[in-house]
Structures are given as structure tokens and as C-alpha cells.
């Protein structure tokens, strides 16, 4: 679109335009001269379409009254002196808003490809997402694994974002709007090296959440409903499961519970797999489903702090290539635990109804029959 802006127009639409211009179809002509013109509408029209043909001569389509039956138009050629009268589906096409013409899709990046998302409130960072190794991390305000339940949620969410309306002013008060400064900003990036910075405004009392797309005028209203920023908060997406190994790599599991000792023996490569206690043979399903408590470990907040005393709970796996998993747990509060992955800074806490599940099913993996 030339004017009143240059905007980015719905390619689609306008190739119904185009047909309906190229192929006007006509449900009756009147001939008259111009003179009785008046009467259709004709002579001050309330639409007029001027348009160019390929061999670049000039045209021009009048939209006149409607019928009194309401459902055809009078419309006219200033340079023949007829008088058509036409369906008014097809001449509606030319009746939209600015907004009616303008393209829908948000987003200049290749969504498909995405492999950065930042999300800052007032300026300061929120989240920052990475893709790495075909998963998603985050990388601020902490580093850990995603959910990846609630990441294919924002995603799928960003995706399916579609520009309702436009604002029309020319020069809009953009402070009124809510972005000086905006509430939220998106920064956007691809795996093709396009980046894309969103900002958001107010949402005003219809529900609509005003969006601009870079420095400029461009300003789209969304529904406000169809964009939640508490889904990238990111204890939300907190998917960190620092115990978490596939059971065929598993050779010993031992777990220290307030000093008291437990340790079960793995042997996957036999058939089928054995699972054991003491020389006992254990039940492949009661161990398996202890065996996803434990990887099921995970953190639901963050916090740093400087480990003080001896662990409560110690959960170590020894892998079949000689490696080691550690997971420590300190109580935190009443339903919480700290967790030290392999010695390391403590940065998470998980539940303590998961502990109080590996507790449950080692006891009926230890009890004897």
C-alpha cells in the first residue's frame, strides 16, 4: 500500500480485487445519458476505483446508490454512458477499512525456524529462551532445561498470533497507546540470523492489546486474551530434571535417606532386563515406576543458596560407561527441597510430595515379601 501509509497488504485480498475488476460481473444494464446520472448515485459516487491496465491505459469504476431492495448497486464507467447494476457482494470488496486490506501476519521472521525468544518488561529482561541441541533452554535469568509441555505452549501460542485490526491514525499518540515506554517487548530470532523486536502497549476497555511492530506507525491490535506473558515466566517453563537418565543405562541406583543406605543392582543388557535388592529379584513394573520417581525429581523454582550441613536425601546413579549422577536434597521448608546436582551450586527446589513418592516406593521395593 502507497497510501495513506506503506503498509504490508493481504496479498490474497488483493487478488480478489483484481479478479472482480478484471471479471465485474454484471446482473442487468440501464442505458441513460449522463445526465440522469443523479439519480444512481452516479454523479458524486460514494466509492470511486481508479485503476491501470497492463498496457498502462487509465480506468475508472463509480459506486453509486444501492437498489431499493438493497442487494445490487448502480455502478458506472465515466467514460460510457451506462448504468450497471451489480450484486453487492462484489462491490463490498471495495468498501473495507484501511485494516480490511492490510496484511494479518505479525511476523517477518521464519516462525518455523525460531531459535531465540527474549521477553523484557519495562526494559528488563523477563526470560531468555534458546534453542540448543533440539531443545529449549533458558538462558536468563538462569540456565536450565524447559518443560517441554509448556515451551510447545508458548510457541504454538506465538504462532497462531494474527493481527485483528489496525490503528488507523497517521501520526497515533503512542503514549496514550501505552508504549512510552511499552509494557512488554519480544525479541524475536531465527535460525537464518532475521531478528524481529515487538512491542506492547495498553489494552484498552474492548480487550484489544495494542501491538507495535519496530520504531515506526505500524500498529496492530490483538486480542488480549490470545497472549498470556505469565506463560514465559520462567518458573513456568522450569523444566529442570537434573536426576533424569534412560533406565537401559542405569547399572546401580543407590539412595541415602537420613544415613540409612539402600542400593539396587541393573542389568539391561540381560532379557529380560533384571532389577534387584539385596540378591533379590525385584519386579520389572514396581521398579520401573520407582525408577520414574526418582528421574521425576524436578524443579519447580529457583533460588540460590550456599549449601549448610549434610543432605538429607542422596540419590546416586552409576551409569553403565563408569560416569555418576548425584542429586542432594536439603530441606527448604515444609514442602520443598533444595537440590545440588553433582555437587554443584544449588539453583533449584523441587516438591517434597516427589520425595515423599521415592520414599513410598522404595520402602515397597525393600520391604520384604
Known amino acids: ?76 464507467d465515466p467514460a460510457r454512458p451506462y448504468v450497471f447494476l451489480v450484486d453487492i457482494g462484489y462491490v463490498s470488496q471495495f468498501t473495507g477499512t484501511v485494516s480490511s486490506y492490510r496484511v494479518k501476519t505479525i511476523f517477518d521472521i521464519d516462525l518455523s525456524s525460531l531459535s531465540e525468544i527474549g521477553l523484557f518488561k519495562a526494559g528488563k529482561a523477563v526470560v531468555g529462551l534458546v534453542l540448543a541441541g533440539g531443545a529449549w533452554r533458558i538462558s536468563k535469568p538462569f540456565g536450565a532445561a524447559t518443560n517441554p509441555v509448556e515451551m510447545s505452549e508458548v510457541l504454538l501460542n506465538l504462532r497462531s498470533l494474527k493481527a485483528i485490526a489496525y490503528v488507523e491514525e497517521q501520526a497515533p499518540n503512542l503514549a496514550k497507546l501505552g508504549f512510552t515506554p511499552p509494557s512488554f517487548s519480544l525479541v524475536l530470532g531465527d535460525a537464518h540470523g532475521g531478528r524481529q523486536t515487538l512491542d506492547f502497549g495498553a489494552t484498552d476497555e474492548t480487550g484489544f492489546l495494542y501491538m507495535r511492530r519496530g520504531s515506526g506507525a505500524d500498529i496492530i491490535k490483538l486480542l488480549a486474551s490470545d497472549l498470556d506473558f505469565r506463560s514465559f515466566e520462567p518458573e513456568k517453563l522450569l523444566g529442570e530434571a537434573p536426576f533424569k537418565e534412560s533406565i537401559n543405562n542405569l547399572r546401580r541406583l543407590i539412595i541415602q535417606d537420613r544415613g540409612a543406605m539402600t542400593e539396587f543392582a541393573v542389568d539391561s543388557l540381560s532379557q529380560p532386563p533384571d532389577y534387584s535388592y539385596r540378591g533379590r529379584k525385584l519386579d520389572e513394573g514396581t521398579f520401573i515406576s520407582f525408577y520414574v520417581k526418582c528421574i521425576n525429581l524436578v524443579a519447580v523454582g529457583h533460588q540460590p543458596w550456599t549449601p549448610a550441613g549434610e543432605p538429607e536425601v542422596t540419590l546416586i546413579s552409576e551409569l553403565r560407561d563408569g560416569s555418576r549422577k548425584i542429586l542432594q536434597l536439603y530441606p527448604r521448608d515444609a514442602n520443598t527441597y533444595f537440590m545440588r546436582p553433582n555437587d554443584g551450586k544449588i539453583l533449584f527446589f523441587t516438591d517434597a510430595a516427589q520425595v515423599a513418592l521415592v520414599r513410598a516406593w522404595m520402602k515397597k521395593l525393600t520391604q520384604a515379601e
Open 1 to 76: 500500500m502507497s497510501l495513506p501509509q506503506p503498509y504490508r497488504v493481504d496479498a490474497q485480498k488483493l487478488a480478489i480485487i483484481e479478479q472482480f475488476l478484471a471479471e465485474l460481473p454484471m446482473k442487468r444494464v440501464l442505458r441513460t445519458d449522463k445526465a440522469g446520472w443523479s439519480a444512481y448515485g452516479l454523479d458524486h459516487p460514494e466509492i470511486t476505483i481508479d485503476f491501470r491496465t497492463s498496457d498502462r491505459s487509465a480506468h475508472a469504476l463509480l459506486i453509486g446508490n444501492l437498489t431499493t431492495s438493497k442487494a445490487q448497486r448502480y455502478v458506472g
